[in-house]
């Protein structure tokens, strides 16, 4: 079912009926269908990191596999998943999808590229479906906002991001060590994850788009695009090579954001930033990532919490300063590995230091939990640390449970979505190389015009600008 013909009349009708079912007991939000003991669940995008996802939720023992899509089924790359659900039915197109099986699903997985997040997650919250995304939840500031606004409005579907870490460790120590007192009066951060990433290779110095290739036999090319507007097929927008690219992904920042910075930006209330600086933007060019990136966020005074600076370091030639007593980072097995590619690795490992007006912390990225430093300070402190509760469930059965109504989600998009238009933020002073002066009250970009205009992006193709109403 094509973009071209998919009918708004239906789409607004399935809405309708969904909304009728939502308010009523024991039919859709009740858990009226299914296993009372299993969500059933439709996943969208099953190879690559969607292949993760979709395993980590059904180890849970708590999602039962209704539906699978992938623009690119029976690709290489799907074939683990089909072959342990052989028998779940498979759609190339997530509107057909859920036009035949709507009924049936009661919760969505969404482990796409990046710009995909947004029309999948409309459409799925329109219908009264809970949906688990992964992180960032879309590309532009605007698509984020309609999608907190979708979720508010259906207040009955959970939403989660997939921040993995904001359900393990670092997320309980950071909780319990603000709540004791411990982390108070932070005023800088300093986060950093400086390993090879895809572009690394590449020329910066390029002038256009690649050059088109025959599609894949197995591709549906014009639904891969999405809302976006229209780009010939090449190998290296696809499989991972998408977050390269301005027009499709978020580059390091929105790939490694939400795993450095998620539990400062809950615990410390940053909300968002009221300028974003590009101090360093190597390689820059209209197309794809710099090769190596600083940014400068700055969030104002909150409460009687003290203004913050936040210093984002990318590149693999581009380590940030390490204070004194900062020791040595040994490698997390818990942390994965943040690239493919083949350049040097750095020699930090993604993390975060924490700079407050008595304490300094280090951390990793993911679950890594903080630790005081220099070591003697942490020695000194060690009697005064409070006891950090052990997580009640990990980030996929967290989502799970709380389609049963048994928990609440730790990244919904009320927590998640502010997180995410920092980072959209961040993309666009990479993108325009200007500094960003950013109304926090109207969500407006007062600095520059065109910087404004790429908070929403280009107007959708046709056929898709039902996903942009809420």
Not at 80 to 93: A, E, G, H, S, W
Not at 313 to 338: C, E, F, K, T
């Amino acid at each position: 079912m094509s973009g071209n013909n998919y009918s708004r009349r239906k789409f607004l009708r399935d809405a309708l009926l969904a909304s009728a079912a939502a308010a009523t007991p024991g039919l859709l939000m009740g858990r009226g269908f299914g296993s009372a003991d299993k969500v059933n669940l439709a996943c969208i995008g099953i190879g690559n990191r969607g292949a993760e996802i979709i395993k980590e939720l059904y180890k849970t023992g708590l999602a039962n596999i209704v539906a699978l899509c992938d623009v690119d089924m029976e690709a290489p790359h799907t074939l683990d998943i089909l072959k342990q659900f052989p028998n779940v039915p498979r759609f190339k197109d997530f509107r057909q999808m859920f036009d035949k099986m709507g009924n049936q699903i009661e919760a969505v997985s969404i482990g796409t590229p990046d710009f995909a997040h947004f029309p999948m997650t409309m459409m799925a919250i329109g219908l009264g479906k809970h949906v688990y995304v992964e992180k960032p939840m879309a590309r532009t500031f605007q698509e984020v906002e309609l999608m907190m606004k979708a979720a508010a409005k259906h207040p009955k579907v959970v939403t989660q991001m997939g921040n993995q870490g904001h359900s393990e460790a670092n997320y309980f120590q950071f909780k319990t060590w603000k709540e004791a007192g411990i982390i108070k009066d932070v005023t800088a951060i300093t986060a950093h994850m400086n390993s090879a990433r895809r572009w690394h290779s590449w020329n910066p110095k390029i002038t256009s788009f690649p050059a088109a290739e025959p599609v894949p036999s197995t591709l549906d090319w014009d639904v891969w695009q999405m809302h976006t507007q229209g780009h010939s097929y090449n190998k290296d927008f696809v499989n991972g090579q998408w977050r390269c690219w301005f027009d499709f992904g978020m580059g390091a920042l929105g790939d490694w954001g939400a795993h450095i910075l998620d539990t400062a930006h809950e615990f410390l209330d940053l909300g968002l930033p009221y300028e974003v600086d590009p101090l360093k933007l190597d390689g820059h060019n209209n197309f794809f990532y710099p090769m190596s990136t600083t940014l400068s966020f700055k969030f104002p005074k909150r409460g009687t919490m003290p203004p913050v600076e936040i210093k984002w370091y990318d590149g693999i030639d581009n380590l940030p300063p390490i204070p004194a007593g900062y020791g040595v980072q040994g490698l997390d097995p818990s942390i994965p590995p943040p690239s493919t590619g083949a350049m040097q690795p750095a020699k930090l490992n993604p993390g975060k230091i924490i700079y407050s007006k008595d304490l300094t912390f280090k951390g990793g990225s993911h679950a890594s939990t903080l630790s005081i430093i220099p070591e003697e300070k942490a020695k000194e402190m060690a009697s005064k640390l409070p006891t950090v509760p052990t997580t009640p469930s990990n980030h996929f059965a967290n989502f799970l449970k709380a389609c049963k109504g048994e928990e609440k989600t730790r990244s919904s998009f009320s927590i998640a979505g502010p997180l995410s238009q920092v980072f959209c933020l961040g993309v666009l002073a990479q993108w325009t190389g200007e500094k960003i002066v950013f109304d926090r009250s109207k969500k407006i970009i007062t600095s520059s015009k065109r910087a404004n205009e790429l908070l929403i992006g280009p107007p959708p193709r046709k056929g898709w600008e039902q996903y942009y109403k809420v």
